[in-house]
């Protein structure tokens, strides 16, 4: 079985089209992935330890508290699919392909032609860069079945 972890942009259902893709061709993976439910993950650190008045640490809290969940999942994964979406900057998404790579972790980059400047150093420490979630499909049943 493969560990993989979906990291990235969460306004779209990305994940689940990789995940049905993966059960169509009947490969056996395990997915982990970050709290996807924005509200949950932005307020989860005031709704757990308190109100803030300031945003920095409101923000701080859940930051810190969704990390513990990110560095697990990261560290007992075999391979990081991290998507950029269009619309808005995943600084987030960036920080967990860094983080997976000082792991050593095998990563899978998602992004669109417009972001290859930007993402080039991301690109560059990836094992592949896909245009899109069937691009990733086939790269990971290629892996566990050895065939295209």
């Known amino acids: 079985m493969l560990n993989v972890y979906l990291s990235g942009e969460i306004h779209t259902d990305w994940r689940k089209e990789i995940i049905n893709l993966c059960k169509k061709e009947d490969l056996d993976i395990k997915f982990t992935s970050p709290v996807t439910d924005h509200s949950a993950s932005d307020n989860c650190g005031i709704e757990i330890l308190g ?11 859940g930051a810190k508290i969704n990390s513990i969940k ?21 600084w987030n998404a960036a920080f967990d392909a860094g983080f997976a790579s000082a792991l050593n972790k095998s990563i899978i980059v998602i992004h669109n032609e417009e972001n290859q400047h930007a993402l080039k150093e991301v690109d560059a420490s ?23």
């Open 51 to 61: 109100s803030e008045d300031k945003n920095f640490w409101k923000d701080n809290k």
């Open 70 to 90: 990110t560095k697990k999942s990261i560290k007992d994964c075999d391979v990081v699919i991290v998507k950029f979406g269009e619309k808005y900057k995943q």
């Open 126 to 148: 990836a094992s592949a860069v896909a245009n899109n979630e069937h691009q990733v499909v086939r790269i990971l049943k290629y892996i566990l079945k050895e065939s295209l």
